[in-house]
């Protein structure tokens, strides 16, 4: 079974960027479609973004398009997430998950069986 670690977290200005990493062992990287997901406290975890197993097609919620990339690098076995023009209402714990094998990527939480711990992030204003 595929594991996976997120790291990148920490405090930022808002109006800064971050970029999060998510290093995976075991399992076969490449044929995992990838997901990030975010939770802040008290609300349900929401979708951010996910990447095709190949690293492409990548889509994007509505909150973070055109200011968040998502990145899938099969070689280095690692996912990333560059967050530019950060604002307050992105301070949540990220998640990074993977798919079945071979599975497409979904926006629901249910399509992703294998999860990180979770890194926080925290915009200050």
């Known amino acids: 079974q595929v594991q996976l670690v997120e790291s990148g977290g920490g405090l930022v200005q808002t109006g800064g960027s971050l970029r999060l990493f998510c290093t995976a062992s075991?399992?076969?990287?490449?044929?995992?479609?990838m997901a990030w997901f975010r939770q802040a406290p008290g609300k349900e975890r929401e979708f951010v973004a996910h990447v095709y197993r190949t690293g492409t097609s990548a889509d994007y919620a509505d909150s973070v398009k055109g200011r968040f990339t998502i990145s899938k690098d099969n070689a280095k076995k690692t996912l990333s997430l560059q967050m530019n023009s950060l604002k307050p209402e992105d301070t949540a714990v990220y998640f990074c998950?993977?798919?079945?094998?071979?599975?497409?990527?979904?926006?629901?939480?249910?399509?992703?069986?294998?999860w990180g711990q979770g890194t926080q992030v925290t915009v200050s204003s």
């Open positions: 998950a993977a798919s079945s094998p071979r599975s497409p990527p979904s926006k629901a939480a249910a399509g992703y069986p294998d």
């Open positions: 075991g399992g076969t990287f490449d044929t995992y479609s």
